[in-house]
């Protein structure tokens, strides 16, 4: 097990005097015991960031940030979930969606005085390692490029840790209860856009840039020349929700169909939207062997609200099934939609890393 250390710590020009840091840490993504969501059943202590007061008996907090729904639980010292609360995202504007969040985390926080609270944040998009800010948020536009450790962090006066939401959700699915734990694992989330975390060797890929399984720019089913593809990302120009509604309506399906959700619906009575759906599963299959040749996963956990319908899963089950390559297992969730919150339960307990962590500028 490696020790604790800080490798990159300054004052943020944003805001005097607070301490953003980046904090590497071992990381363990081994599930307790039989019958328990959350982390080993001897996890380390969080470890301290320079200003901040030891994490020992202070308030926890795990907060998944969605583009439709922000979900927030209250965390123990071992990294497991309260009571799990849900409320809508606000589509208005940055200052909406920061009053939402600080909603979400004062529902889950006892009276705390004179301790300074931690809160693990799941976030869409790239949180960029050095400055906290997040990047490429499709789902949350007017969040993108926010200092958000940061902001948080004085909005909030809690220490404060961010980090992409499908790592977070591999970190969680790493604790199934339902089995030996994995070391090698590739969670693969379908919804509005195409997303993945990659366990290779019991440790969270993340890559020079944190780009890491960001798999919306595989060069696959376009045109990687085309600059209006490369910016939302060539594949899930493809397979997210606005390729697929494309395909559907392209073979001459209902035009009042809005939703993929619809889409998905209709599959059994509908020859054009099992045919799209179809044409899905092929093109996810063949980006699950392209991850399988680079980081040779045991299992894919498909997650997301499209990837986790029974009709899209077993679809892909089936397409992968059929390629001429060894059996390679892909299952559904077993944490279902609350896996991101359980892996920023563990970001909370210092059990992740590294990660952006920032604490407030000015403290009573």
């Known amino acids: ?9 300054h004052r943020s020009p944003r805001g005097p005097g607070t301490r953003v840091a980046v904090v590497a840490v071992a990381e363990a993504h081994r599930r307790p015991g039989a019958g328990a969501v959350g982390p080993p059943s001897h996890p380390e202590p969080a470890p301290a960031v320079d200003g901040a007061e030891p994490a020992a008996d202070r308030p926890r907090v795990a907060v998944d ?10 965390v123990d010292g071992t990294g497991r979930l309260g009571p799990v609360h849900d409320q809508p995202t606000p589509d208005s504007s940055d200052h909406a969606v920061m009053s939402a969040i600080g909603d979400a985390v004062a529902r889950c926080l006892p009276h705390h005085p004179g301790r300074l609270p931690v809160v693990g944040f799941a976030f869409p998009g790239v949180v960029d390692l050095g400055t906290g800010r997040l990047r490429r948020c ?4 007017e969040l993108d490029a926010h200092p958000l450790a940061e902001v ?20 969680g699915e790493t604790w199934r209860t339902d089995g030996p734990p994995v070391d090698d694992l590739v969670v693969l989330s379908l919804g509005t856009g195409i997303g993945a975390g990659i366990i290779s060797g019991g440790r969270l890929l993340r890559g020079h840039q944190g780009l890491a399984a960001e798999i919306a720019d595989l060069p696959l ?36 169909v809005r939703t993929v959700a619809e889409v ?3 599959a059994d009575r509908d020859a054009f939207a099992a045919q799209t759906l179809d044409e899905l599963a092929e093109r996810v299959a063949v980006s699950v062997m392209v991850l399988r040749a680079i980081v040779d996963p045991e299992v894919v956990v498909l997650t997301g609200g499209i990837g986790s319908a029974p009709p899209v ?3 892909i089950q089936a397409a992968v099934a059929a390629l001429p390559y060894p059996p390679l297992p892909v299952v559904g969730s077993v944490l279902g939609d609350k896996a991101a919150l359980v892996g920023a339960a563990a970001l909370a307990c210092g059990r992740v890393g590294p990660w952006v962590s920032a604490t407030p500028s000015v403290r009573p």
């Open 313 to 315: 899963r077993q679809r």
């Open 152 to 171: 948080l962090a004085n909005r909030l006066d809690a220490e404060t840790l961010i980090d992409n939401d499908v790592n977070l959700a591999a970190i």
């Open 138 to 141: 499709q789902n949350l536009p």
């Open 65 to 74: 940030v969605g583009g439709t729904k922000i979900r927030s639980a209250s």
């Open 264 to 266: 998905v619906a209709r």
């Open 1 to 9: 097990m490696e020790s604790t250390s800080m490798s990159t710590s």
């Open 221 to 256: 089913f376009g045109d990687p020349h085309d600059p209006s593809l490369a910016a939302q990302g060539i594949f899930e120009s493809a397979v997210g929700s606005v390729g697929i509604l494309r395909s559907y309506h392209d073979r001459g399906g209902v035009v009042t």
